[in-house]
């Protein structure tokens, strides 16, 4: 059994038209990922996860769950080691990249979030290091949610 590490990037806010405007609709924001395995890649499999893998996630909205088994959408993928990849995807399903990495016979021992919507984790030296967001960085959310 591994111990599976999972940290990263994350943005807090109060603001709700935040999070609805860039994890629903056609508006999903890229999300950039770290990630480790237990084994090491195989070539044809970064093909998969670059063109899609099918999974199973539920949705949960108005108390209701519903399950959806589809492909998830092409992802830019790149191997940084024998057993280490950097995945960005450009939706959000609930544990979607541990899934894709499962349905393809690997369990996943590290995920690091690095940059989500264009704002990465960079200029954070050590974990629960936090900065407020640059000016940029709020327009360009201004332009997200208005």
Known sequence: QYYRVYSGLILITSDGRLPNSVLRGQAKQPKTYQVKV???L??????HLRNGVVI???????????MLTAPTLPSIVQQTGINS???TIFEGRNRQI???LEALGYTVVML???????IALKPLEKEGDWVELN???????DELIA
């Open 98 to 100: 541990r899934k894709m």
């Open 112 to 118: 690091h979030r690095v940059e989500f919507m264009k």
């Open 56 to 66: 199973t996630t539920y949705a949960q909205r108005d108390k209701q769950k519903k």
């Open 42 to 47: 195989r070539l044809d499999d970064l093909d």
């Open 135 to 141: 000016l940029e960085e709020m327009r360009m959310i």
């Open 85 to 87: 990849l950097e995945i």
């Open 38 to 40: 237990d084994k090491k």
